[in-house]
């Protein structure tokens, strides 16, 4: 079968393919595996039940049926939803939106694909522009997103530590630079790998920059604020015209559901909604309607803020003090600063082996995780030896698994340093 260019790209070997393939093989095999590689969200009751109650009222309502999955949303997105959502952000924050500045999407990664190439690629008579990733690593699923290829730009981190085993990155303004080439700023917050959090002091520079070169700011808060709130430390929920900001309801607890919300100028709602219009028709309405009581009520925050805040943040703790009783103080490894998300972000400085190889070892012993090479899109591939000692780690699952995982992590990496005679 021959591909053209576009088919070439889109079926390579891409780090988001990889791990969802992981994923899908070791649910279908008989492998009891432990499952820290993805990003799935945990089971949280309070908020399974809730939607239950939801879907529970939905089922029973006709006209709420059919909103649910009888007629086509238009290309914006569920009109309900997005009204609702409006006024609560508007009534808790004063932003000043209108349905006109949001739109949804079939889940953030079709929005950061629209994104990206919308604001990056090829400008005609004006040359090429791209997507700068001021902190490096970065979301897996950005560095395949680009029609074309070479659509990222990355800055290497300021990188601090912060306790005995325990590091954060930080952007390094010095390094950042802004030409007539970038199209577009991109951050994520917290950070899917490392659960940094970038301040909002660096955030307000980060607009700074963007408001200088005319060019948005998208900041992804797919596990950030004001919902789902996975954030272990202050940041202020933040928008303005300059920014496009990133939401999603998976992080909540609604994964299946696909749904990517998009907050921004209104010529970039305009635009998105043509696309969704050309690639899919119409977005899917269940998350919309099965969220929408919990927006229009404000229900959302409180749940984020009092349910699923904590949840993760209890989770995060007894991960990192299991972790570091299972490495002790032999060994050169460092965590970084658990900020927000799911993630545990290891660091083991002069390995002898790569992450890779780790990842690859670790999958022989039953425990799933992701080699950190695949989270620095927009680098050299090359040059720069920390990419290939990472490792990111899911903590949102069982507890008992998560640290019997942990323990089988700390033993490869035990093991490998004994077999170097190091």
Request: glycine fraction near 10%; proline fraction near 6%.
């Amino acid at each position: 079968m021959k591909l053209s260019a576009f088919g070439q790209k889109f079926t390579a070997d891409a780090g988001i393919t990889s791990l969802m393939d992981d994923l899908g093989n070791a649910l279908a095999s008989d492998q009891d595996m432990i499952m820290m590689g993805g990003g799935n969200p945990g089971q949280i009751p309070e908020v399974e039940n809730r939607l239950q109650e939801i879907l529970g009222g939905i089922s029973q309502d006709p006209d709420a049926m059919r909103r649910l999955v009888g007629i086509y949303d238009p290309p914006q997105g569920e009109k309900q939803f997005i009204a609702a959502l409006a006024d609560m952000l508007n009534r808790e924050y004063g932003w000043g939106l209108a349905p006109e500045n949001i739109a949804l999407t079939n889940g953030s990664q079709a929005a950061f694909f629209m994104l990206f190439n919308m604001f990056a690629g090829d400008y005609g008579d004006s040359g090429r522009k791209h997507i700068l990733l001021p902190l490096a690593p970065e979301y897996i699923g950005y560095a395949d997103a680009g029609i074309e290829h070479g659509l990222f730009h990355a800055v290497r981190p300021d990188i601090s530590f912060t306790g005995a085993h325990e590091f954060k990155y930080r952007v390094d303004f010095d390094a950042l630079e802004m030409t007539g080439e970038t199209g577009a700023i991109c951050v994520s917050r917290p950070t899917n790998p490392t659960g940094n959090v970038v301040t909002d002091d660096e955030l307000a520079r980060l607009e700074a920059l963007a408001r200088a070169h005319d060019v948005p700011l998208i900041v992804d808060g797919a596990y950030g604020t004001p919902f789902p709130s996975l954030l272990f430390v202050d940041a202020k929920p933040h928008w303005n015209e300059q920014v496009v900001l990133c939401l999603s309801l998976s992080k909540l607890g609604m994964p299946a559901a696909r749904t990517g919300i998009v907050i921004a100028a209104k010529p970039v709602i305009q635009a998105l909604s043509g696309i969704n219009a050309i690639m899919n028709l119409a977005t899917g309405s269940f998350g919309a309607v099965l969220a929408e009581p919990l927006v229009r009520t404000g229900e959302i925050l409180a749940l984020s803020r009092d349910v699923v805040c904590p949840f993760y943040k209890a989770k995060m703790e007894k991960a990192v003090a299991v972790f570091t009783e299972a490495m002790g103080e032999d060994c050169h490894w460092y965590v970084h600063k658990p900020e927000g998300a799911m993630f545990l972000w290891l660091w083991f400085p002069d390995l002898p082996v790569t992450s890779l190889e780790l990842y690859q070892r670790l999958k022989l012993r039953g425990v799933l995780v992701v080699s950190g090479h695949y989270f620095f899109p927009g680098l050299p591939e090359d040059g720069w030896r920390h990419r290939h000692e990472c490792l990111r780690v899911t903590y949102s699952q069982d507890d008992e698994r998560v640290a019997r995982g942990l323990r089988i992590i700390a033993d490869e990496v035990k093991t490998i340093w004994a077999e170097s005679g190091k």
